[in-house]
């Protein structure tokens, strides 16, 4: 990753997409950019080049690094299940063609947690890495399974209690697989040997909220080499040292249920979602506080998302929320430049492809758009089917997960 300086802002920090792989939720550097071009005839975006069947159900998004695609799933043995499989699967990136299919963990269903209707049993998305591929299914369990297939490593059981079951992702960081367990019988940041899923360090949230329960993936620092981990929780917002667990600030606050990932805006402000009940987004200062200066930089509480988390493209910060209200915001001061409502509700994350967004609703309605100084409509298409997870760009190729399988679209020259 490489890091460009914005005019006009003292020390703003943009991340520069110039890796061609998506290798976790949000892709290289969490960033949500990748180079390209989208699709667009007369309006429309075309169909999709091709579209194969994933068996069982899942939000997690889809993950490619180098020559391999990887999802994750949990697979009914009827409906309703008395039994489930987690599975692990690789596919071609550019044919869909299967590489492994692999079953991690098996549960009878009467030792599942209800969840909820826009969650599933497969949420988080895996991260790949040189050594293969971390995938998480909540308090089921974590693994490492290489790129064959293989597993190489795998927990079981980090809490019990989950409330509207998994939802925050795992991250690797210094050697270290990083998982928020933000439940009802534990609320703490897990950190695991990637090699060996060896426990490394644990802290503990020591926030005592009244609702526990959150699913937020931790946002590592754009400098430092991703070593100052941003972990939103019920309740708080921490910034701990990966290599020791450390906590080096906290932030108290109200809310729960938090989904939305905080987003590093510069090397001095981070913005992050409250969750539940009523959303804010929270712009933040890091690092050590001036005389008399607080944590907290400013807070609007108006068309904050609940699910989808924001991104920052040109200097700008854009924001959906999950009834569609679309915003650009200044992120010195949070001040709106303009706002424009999308068709539709809204789960997962919209992406930036070259310059343009892309989102898509939890019907399949796809939208792409330029987000400049003012919002400009590029292209649609309806894929007709319910879509909650977030897409991913890699290698010329776009994804986008639905209830029945993934479709893919290859970009223009």
């Given amino acids: ?242 290599n020791s667990g450390k906590e080096l600030w906290r932030m108290p606050y109200t809310g729960y249920s938090v989904v939305p990932r905080p987003v590093q805006v510069n090397a001095n402000l981070a913005v992050f979602s409250t969750g539940y009940d009523k959303p804010s987004l929270l712009g933040v200062r890091l690092g050590d506080l001036k005389a008399g200066e607080e944590r907290l930089a400013w807070t609007v509480e108006k068309n904050a998302p609940l699910t989808p988390t924001p991104l920052v493209l040109a200097g700008r910060l854009l924001i959906l929320a999950d009834n569609g209200v679309f915003s650009a915001l200044r992120p010195e001061n949070g001040e709106q430049i303009w706002q424009e409502r999308l068709s539709g509700a809204y789960s997962a994350s919209p992406i930036v492809v070259g310059d343009q967004i892309l989102t898509v609703s939890e019907t399949g309605r796809v939208t792409t758009f330029t987000a400049g100084e003012k919002f400009g409509k590029i292209a649609s298409l309806d894929l007709k089917e319910r879509s909650l997870a977030s897409p991913a760009v890699a290698n010329g190729w776009l994804y986008i997960r639905t209830e029945k399988g993934l479709r893919a679209w290859k970009l223009p020259s």
């Fill in 1 to 242: 990753m490489c890091h460009a300086i914005l005019t006009g802002w003292a020390l703003t920090v943009a991340l520069c997409a110039t890796s061609a792989d998506w290798p976790e939720f949000r892709g290289q550097g969490a960033s949500g950019i990748a180079p390209g071009k989208l699709p667009a005839q007369n309006g429309n975006l075309p169909p999709a080049q091709w579209f194969v069947p994933i068996e069982g159900q899942g939000w997690s998004s889809p993950v490619i690094r180098q020559d391999l695609l990887v999802l994750t799933a949990a697979i009914p043995d009827a409906e309703p299940a008395k039994n489930w499989k987690f599975m692990v699967l690789g596919l071609d990136p550019t044919t869909g063609r299967e590489r492994f299919k692999t079953v991690v963990f098996e549960r009878k269903a009467d030792t599942l947690p209800k969840i909820h209707s826009k969650n599933s049993h497969a949420s988080p998305t895996p991260v790949l890495t040189d050594k293969g591929i971390v995938a998480h299914f909540g308090h089921v369990g974590t693994c490492l399974v290489d790129n064959s297939g293989k597993i190489v490593w795998k927990k079981e059981g980090l809490y019990q209690k989950p409330v509207h079951g998994g939802g925050a992702s795992p991250v690797v960081v210094a050697g270290k697989v990083i998982i928020p367990c933000d439940a009802t019988d534990l609320q703490a940041l897990l950190a695991f040997d990637l090699n060996s899923g060896t426990e490394v360090w644990r802290l503990q949230r020591n926030a005592n909220p009244p609702r526990p329960f959150s699913f937020c993936t931790v946002c590592p620092s754009l400098e430092n080499d991703g070593t100052k981990l941003l972990s939103a929780a019920s309740d708080i917002l921490q910034q701990v040292d990966a």
